[in-house]
């Protein structure tokens, strides 16, 4: 059974990266069936996409995100990682880490982590 | 790229339907077959219900069911239980520079 779980700081400072991690057992990274994304949500509030990746490393990102956002894959430790940097208080969320359900990036996410919540602070 | 238009709050009680609405454009919903649906309980991870419109994933009950008109999708939950109480999100494929959009989120509650 395939699972995700994500790991990371749970507290980052202002103008600092963010970065989180995401494991996958149960499966392969490397499966050409799926794509990998990190999705988002404020306390409070909906979700939004960040981005996702293939696992040749080719990436989508949000374009409101875009210009601070890194997503790469390293396949010998079936894993996926996700840096945002320049945060502010805004960032602060839980990020969730998912599978898309095809080899399509822009189809559905049909297998999630638990998330990590991330607090922005000094 | 706008967040899809959802209804704040919906409601039924047992062994009722309700239907929620995803309201796009012609740009993301009405352009694309790639419409989902996400059911999320409290300080849980959100759970895929409907993919492609009206795809259901395995192990997701045939009380919900998905459907699209124009800019609208909709989700329909029949036989309303007590466990369907969430959140439900939409997304939608919005076109090649801004894969994902998703909706505002709609709170339902049974009564």
């Known amino acids: 059974q395939l699972q995700l779980q994500e790991s990371g700081p749970g507290l980052v400072k202002p103008s600092e990266t963010l970065s989180l991690t995401c494991t996958v057992s149960g499966g392969s990274i490397s499966s050409s069936s799926y794509y990998w994304g990190w999705i988002r949500q404020p306390p409070g509030k909906g979700l939004e996409w960040i981005g996702s990746i293939y696992y040749s490393g080719s990436t989508y990102y949000n374009p409101s995100l875009k210009s601070r956002v890194t997503i790469s894959v390293d396949t010998s430790k079936n894993q996926f990682s996700l840096k945002l940097s320049s945060v502010t208080a805004a960032d602060t969320a839980v990020y969730y880490c998912?599978?898309?359900?095809?080899?399509?990036?822009?189809?559905?996410?049909?297998?999630w982590g638990q998330g990590t919540m991330v607090t922005v602070s000094s | 790229q706008s967040a899809l238009t959802q209804p704040p709050s919906a409601s039924g009680s047992p062994g009722q339907s309700v239907t929620i609405s995803c309201t796009g454009t012609?740009?993301?919903?009405?352009?694309?077959?790639?419409v989902s649906w996400y059911q999320q309980h409290p300080g849980k991870a959100p759970k895929l219900m409907i993919y492609?419109?009206?795809k259901r994933p395995s192990g997701v009950p045939d009380r919900f069911s998905g459907s699209k008109s124009g800019n609208t999708a909709s989700l329909t939950v029949s036989g309303l239980q007590a466990e369907d109480e969430a959140d439900y999100y939409c997304?939608?494929?919005?076109?090649?520079?801004?894969?994902?959009?998703f909706g505002t989120g709609t709170k339902v509650t049974v009564l």
């Open positions: 997304s939608s494929y919005a076109g090649s520079n801004n894969l994902y959009v």
């Open positions: 492609e419109v009206s």
């Open positions: 012609s740009s993301d919903v009405g352009g694309y077959n790639y």
């Open positions: 998912a599978r898309v359900v095809a080899a399509r990036p822009y189809d559905a996410f049909d297998i």
